[in-house]
């Protein structure tokens, strides 16, 4: 079974500034994947970036990167030059690889509030 | 390429009756995924489902919930009896393949369900 956990509920950032949310999870399994998702207003679950977890460099994605540290089971979402269209429900989550489904597990989400 | 589909978007019904979300996946995919996001928490596996068979049903209630992807037509989620509790936003996901490694999953726009 997998878990993630973020532990900040609420955050806010001022524009341009730089944000940085924080998630642990934790999972038996040896090969998997973790990920950021966006959740707008609208509540469309958008994709901002993924990292799989046999790779030791950081995924970035324009103005998004992570920073995974594999041994902490540490995830965490670093947003540069902070834009007004980034205030949204931050989810992370993974995916565990291999036999069977690929269920994602998602954590309780940060709502970071990016502020003029 | 016209996305993940879900209709409605929004339904209400009185508790004691039936509630029946469609999600048409992706053209090219034949994974589908059910999840269900309750108020201020993030989104729970439900079921995984490939063309005409259930893979992974271990997030599903084992009453008044089932569902179904056929060979022709969308996948639905059947919610029998339904309860307020039931009141959420389902998301459907789909994927071009789940064996083997990791395929992007797409999400709908979701369905909010209101239970009066």
């Known amino acids: 079974a997998q878990t993630v956990t973020q532990s900040q509920p609420e955050m806010s950032v001022q524009e341009a500034e730089t944000v940085t949310l924080s998630c642990t999870y934790d999972?038996?399994?040896?090969?998997?994947?973790l990920f950021w998702y966006k959740q707008p207003p609208s509540r469309q679950m958008i994709l901002v970036i993924r990292?799989?977890?046999?790779?030791?460099q950081n995924a970035t994605e324009n103005r998004f990167s992570v920073n995974f540290q594999k041994a902490a089971k540490s995830f965490s979402l670093k947003i540069s030059d902070s834009q007004l269209g980034d205030t949204a429900m931050y989810f992370c989550?993974?995916?565990?690889?291999?036999?069977?489904?690929?269920?994602?597990?998602f954590g309780k989400g940060t709502k970071l509030s990016v502020i003029p | 390429n016209a996305g993940v589909m879900q209709n409605p978007r929004h339904l209400v019904r009185r508790r004691g009756q039936e509630a029946r979300l469609r999600c048409s996946p992706m053209?090219?995919?034949?994974?589908v995924y059910w999840y269900r996001q309750l108020p201020e928490e993030g989104l729970k596996f439900m079921v995984y489902?490939?063309?005409?068979?259930?893979?992974?049903e271990s997030g599903m209630p084992k009453e008044r919930f089932s569902a179904e992807f056929p060979k022709e037509g969308p996948s639905i989620l059947r919610i029998q009896q339904v309860v307020r509790g039931d009141s959420a936003a389902y998301f459907c996901?789909?994927?071009?393949?789940?064996?083997?490694?990791?395929?992007?999953?797409?999400f709908g726009p979701g369905t909010r369900l209101t239970v009066l």
């Open positions: 989550a993974s995916a565990s690889v291999g036999a069977g489904s690929y269920q994602l597990t």
């Open positions: 999972t038996s399994e040896s090969n998997y994947y």
């Open positions: 053209k090219g995919h034949s994974h």
């Open positions: 996901a789909s994927s071009a393949r789940g064996s083997g490694s990791y395929n992007e999953q797409f």
């Open positions: 990292q799989e977890a046999y790779k030791q």
């Open positions: 489902l490939q063309k005409e068979n259930i893979i992974d």
